[in-house]
């Protein structure tokens, strides 16, 4: 504290703190000038020290309970959803799918940021080896990719069930487990890129050094990362799920009419697959968009800050913007980790994840409650049936 008593007096001399003025700037010579931006700077990072410190510890030990959390529900999960009777639908396959990555995320990704982040030594280990450096620039996008994209393929496969529902029993598990595996095969063999270019490693979250390669560098390349894992898979997401409302609504009505009864498929199994999804769906948007939201800001006012020269009354108002953002993206950043530790939950606790619960119950040896989904038991319309029937 002495030091930073003694650093803000001398600063005193230079700029008032409380009330400083950029606008004589341009006539100040280079070495008073970075002095008294970087007193500025330092004076910012003293207000918002609170705040810094809050989100610094939610990183992390509030991460580390979430990947401990994370990784022993998801454990669970995966025991439940490979059960045999479970294994059958194509909504468990995703779910089983989703569960594995998030598990992988959880722990290359954000365990080791923060393994990284409180030990020198291990991220050291990092810096003086370049292949695990690239490694882990690999795993950091890869397994990103590989949780929102399964959600995204999760999507587009009920949506093509609920457009096209004669045509559902084209879904087989063969043919899911082809496209889940595509799809995975899809993004690692993009995410391999990460060997050979790099652009935005050295700005953690988590705060530890990045490493210094031979990879080629590539500062825009951010942009199209924030693009591809944020808004082009939240876009899609957002408009399928919208057409999946309007689409059942539309269908409720006609069975409605079909079948006289008021609400005659609240039991089906076809929608509760769908409002898992759409519960899946909108806790990735609730969690991931705030996050989105502010590194695309990061991303306008990097253009802005190497564009305005040293000299700009806004050059240091645009310094201190870019070091709060970089903060509220890490507080976000925390919560966003909690969508890789919440499906069991959405599974075991709402109303859509019937089957999933009573599988649970018997794991645990209660006794299993007797079915009501059992909608092709009853003699409705072959059109109806084929649809209700297939999860």
């Known amino acids: 504290m002495a030091n930073a008593t003694f650093q803000f007096n001398n600063c005193s001399e230079i700029v008032d703190l409380d009330h400083p003025d950029n606008s004589n700037n341009d006539q100040l010579p280079l070495d008073v000038l970075q002095a008294k931006i970087n007193c500025q700077i330092d004076a910012f990072n003293l207000r918002i020290l609170p705040f810094t410190t809050l989100v610094q510890g939610l990183l992390y030990y509030g991460t580390t309970v979430i990947v401990c959390v994370g990784l022993f529900f998801n454990a669970v999960s995966f025991v439940v959803l490979t059960r045999k009777r479970m294994r059958k639908s194509s909504v468990n396959m995703f779910l089983t799918a989703l569960t594995i990555s998030d598990s992988l995320s959880l722990t290359m990704n954000f365990m080791i940021g923060v393994i990284r982040a409180q030990n020198f030594s291990a991220n050291q280990s990092f810096m003086d080896n ?8 690999v795993f950091v996008v890869v397994f990103n990719l590989l949780s929102v994209w399964t959600i995204v393929s999760f999507t587009i496969a009920r949506f093509l069930i ?9 879904f087989t598990e063969k043919r899911t487990l082809i496209i889940i595996a595509s799809v995975w095969l899809a993004v690692i063999m993009f995410s391999c890129h990460k060997i050979f270019i790099t652009g935005f490693e050295g700005d953690s979250v988590f705060g530890y050094k990045g490493c210094q390669t031979d990879r080629a560098r590539v500062p825009d390349i951010g942009k199209f990362y924030v693009a591809f894992n944020t808004w082009l898979p939240s876009l899609l997401i957002l408009t399928l799920n919208v057409f999946i409302i309007r689409m059942i609504r539309k269908q409720n009505s006609r069975r409605q009419a079909m079948l006289g009864s008021k609400n005659p498929t609240t039991t089906s199994l076809d929608v509760k ?9 909108f806790t990735y948007l609730v969690l991931r968009s705030p996050l989105g939201i502010i590194q695309t800001l990061e991303l306008f006012l990097y253009q802005v800050v190497h564009a305005a020269p040293i000299t700009s009354p806004l050059y240091v108002f645009n310094c201190t913007m870019k070091i709060k953002l970089k903060w509220i993206r890490a507080f976000f950043f925390f919560f966003y980790q909690l969508n890789f530790a919440v499906n069991f939950f959405l599974n075991a606790f709402t109303s859509s994840g019937t089957m999933f619960q009573r599988t649970l119950w018997d794991l645990m040896g209660g006794k299993a409650k007797k079915s009501r989904d059992t909608p092709c038991a009853v003699q409705v319309p072959v059109t109806v049936a084929s649809n209700t029937c297939r999860i």
């Open 162 to 170: 609920v457009k096209y529902p004669h045509k559902a029993n084209n």
């Open 273 to 281: 697959a769908t409002k898992l999804l759409l519960t899946v769906s």
């Open 130 to 137: 370049q292949s695990l450096c690239k490694l882990h620039g």
